[in-house]
């Protein structure tokens, strides 16, 4: 029998100094010589290089829960709020304002698959940086604009004991572990704003909360998507009393993958505004969406988009026609496409005096609509396999 066949997770290093890695100050990964991560450690080998890559990811995953706690000041909280000794748990990380900011709450959600709490992708963490692949420049913005803040973990759904598959009590599905929490901690926040950001299958789940009509229906005042997988089916579900599609439209932006300029209307036809997000890769959305977002959250003269057929002012702002849906083709490891890299150490002090979800200028953002983007696997799917070239296609 083959080493590939008999590898066990058990075989890796248990840190990431084990396998010859750290973040540089610009938040690179990069080995002990400075050089790029490599994927093919056994030439040859397709299926223990994956397992390889595979434990890695699961110490960046330590190492982003470590910044949470300690460079942004999360506090983490176990999920079920009342686990007995021995249950299983999954977690969630907020600001330890969130009982107390009666301002602004935001939510941050990330895509289906291997990606944890703190993280939008696990390969733009692996082959750029922590800013583009983390959710830190959002959650230290926020708080540096006086939000309060909580951060989900949508896809920590069972634990294995003795060999078997355990389902963790309010997280059974990432639609499941989201309603949980924002019923038993979105709802212990007096904040009179909860500003909701999605990525990817995050979309997926702002639709299922919308539909459960529970504390987030009541609660949640803008939303902001970076190319969401819904579709617009899901945006007018059978068997619902509510309109959906309107509550969405209400309170929503979209920043989609195009070649646009970021912030460029896009015409869709879901009802939902959709801008550009200035880049044709799918996980970049949220990196490249940043400003965007926080613009948004903090313009209080935002309205919805018109109604399908309505007359709208605002043509001559619009693109001449409509963006092309085009896949983002699978990064490699050396791709040259720029991204902004920024020090995580820097980002609490260089971040540019953009408007603050919390500030009072308002700014003057475009009305909505939107597009059905790229389809996530099933949220209970295992992570697909990834490697330096088609890392992640979940994220």
């Known amino acids: 029998m083959s080493s590939a066949t008999t590898t066990s997770a058990d075989e890796f290093p248990t840190t990431m100094a084990g396998f010859g890695y750290h973040f540089n100050e610009q938040g690179e990964l990069r080995s002990r010589e400075g050089e790029k991560f490599v994927f093919e450690v056994r030439k040859g080998d397709v299926?223990?290089?994956?397992?390889?890559?595979?434990?890695?990811?699961?110490?960046?995953?330590?190492?982003?829960?470590?910044?949470?706690?300690?460079e942004c000041s999360l506090i983490r909280a176990a999920i079920p709020v009342d686990a007995g000794d021995g249950e299983p748990e999954s977690c969630v990380y907020h600001s330890e304002d969130l009982e107390t900011n009666d301002g602004r709450l935001m939510v941050l959600i990330n895509g289906s698959g291997v990606v944890r709490a703190g993280q939008w992708a696990r390969r733009l963490i692996i082959n750029e940086n922590l800013a583009s692949g983390t959710q830190i420049p959002y959650i230290?913005?926020?708080?540096?604009?006086?939000?309060?803040?909580?951060?989900?973990?949508?896809?920590?759904?069972?634990?294995?004991?003795?060999?078997?598959?355990?389902?963790?009590?309010?997280?059974?599905?990432?639609?499941?572990?989201?309603?949980?929490?924002?019923?038993?901690?979105?709802?212990?926040s007096p904040a009179r704003e909860v500003f909701v950001v999605g990525h990817s299958y995050g979309g997926n789940i702002v639709i299922s909360l919308a539909m459960q009509q529970g504390v987030a229906y009541s609660r949640i005042t803008k939303v902001a998507l970076t190319d969401s997988s819904h579709s617009l089916y899901s945006l007018a579900p059978e068997g619902v009393d509510v309109d959906i599609g309107k509550w969405m439209a209400e309170r929503t932006v979209n920043?989609?993958?195009s070649e646009a300029k970021v912030g460029t209307v896009v015409e869709r036809h879901d009802g939902l505004r959709t801008l550009s997000a200035g880049v044709m890769v799918h996980e970049k959305t949220s990196h490249t969406a940043f400003d965007g977002v926080f613009d948004f959250f903090a313009d209080d003269t935002w309205q919805p988009p018109k109604p399908c057929g309505a007359p709208d002012k605002s043509d001559s702002e619009r693109t001449p026609k409509e963006d092309p849906v085009v896949e983002a083709p699978p990064l490699?490891?050396?791709?040259?496409?720029?991204?902004?890299?920024?020090?995580?150490?820097?980002?609490?002090?260089?971040e540019p005096p953009v408007k603050e979800p919390c500030a009072e200028e308002p700014s003057v953002k475009e009305p909505c609509a939107e597009e059905p983007p790229i389809k996530e696997p099933s949220a209970e799917e295992p992570p697909i396999k990834e490697s330096p070239v088609q890392e992640d296609v979940s994220t």
């Open 47 to 70: 299926q223990y290089n994956q397992k390889h890559y595979e434990a890695l990811g699961e110490r960046i995953t330590e190492y982003v829960y470590e910044i949470l706690e300690k």
């Open 255 to 257: 920043w989609v993958t």
């Open 332 to 350: 490699a490891k050396d791709a040259e496409e720029p991204s902004v890299e920024v020090s995580v150490a820097a980002m609490s002090l260089e």
């Open 140 to 188: 230290k913005r926020a708080m540096g604009g006086g939000c309060s803040v909580l951060v989900l973990n949508t896809n920590e759904n069972f634990v294995v004991r003795d060999g078997k598959f355990v389902n963790i009590r309010g997280s059974g599905t990432p639609e499941e572990h989201a309603h949980y929490v924002f019923e038993h901690v979105v709802a212990k």
